[in-house]
């Protein structure tokens, strides 16, 4: 941290900090919070998408307890006849998920446009992503790289929170 020394009117000296974030504009501000929080989305839906398509065997195991339930013997019950019925899961997972990032699109682009609902979703998000991805992170211990991964987007929350009103008050953005 670099320090000035400024001299006032009345001979004392004034502490000024020249490393303050002066280089982080609101408008940089507002492009790496949109990043930071896309990347969030990213994280997110892949983890989401994985675990989707791979409960495979899950599926199976859930169809077999339901034609059980309803009289029908599992055995029956074929791999052709189930391959439709992933597709369907699949195909879903994918519209639920282009769907949250369009969502997610629109917010991020009210939220760079100064509008009062993005700043608030934004910043909402910012929040529920900072302690969401550490307990996300608790229980996925055992992928590391992963879990790793988790805290140091919870971290870049943090980030964004710390910064929001500073900055972006700072230039009366809203």
């Not at 391959?83 to 760079?112: E, N, R, S, V």
């Not at 992928?143 to 943090?158: D, E, M, N, S, Y």
């Amino acid at each position: 941290m670099k320090i000035k020394l400024k001299k006032t009117s009345n001979a004392s000296l004034d502490v000024v900090s020249t490393t303050s974030n002066e280089g982080l504009t609101p408008r940089k501000f507002i492009f790496y919070t949109i990043l930071i929080c896309f990347l969030g989305d990213l994280i997110l839906t892949g983890s989401a998408y994985t675990t989707v398509k791979n409960s495979g065997d899950l599926l199976n195991k859930v169809v077999a307890m339901m034609s059980q339930s309803q009289g029908i013997n599992p055995k029956d019950i074929t791999q052709e006849m189930l391959d439709p019925l992933f597709a369907t899961l699949m195909k879903a997972t994918q519209i639920m998920i282009a769907a949250y990032l369009g969502f997610h699109a629109l917010c991020y682009f009210l939220f760079a446009r100064g509008k009062k609902f993005g700043r608030f979703y934004v910043k909402s998000l910012a929040w529920l992503g900072t302690f969401g991805f550490f307990l996300f992170a608790l229980t996925s211990l055992e992928r590391k790289l992963f879990a790793t991964l988790l805290v140091g987007q919870a971290f870049l929350f943090i980030f964004v929170l710390f910064n929001f009103n500073r900055i972006l008050k700072r230039d009366h953005h809203v």
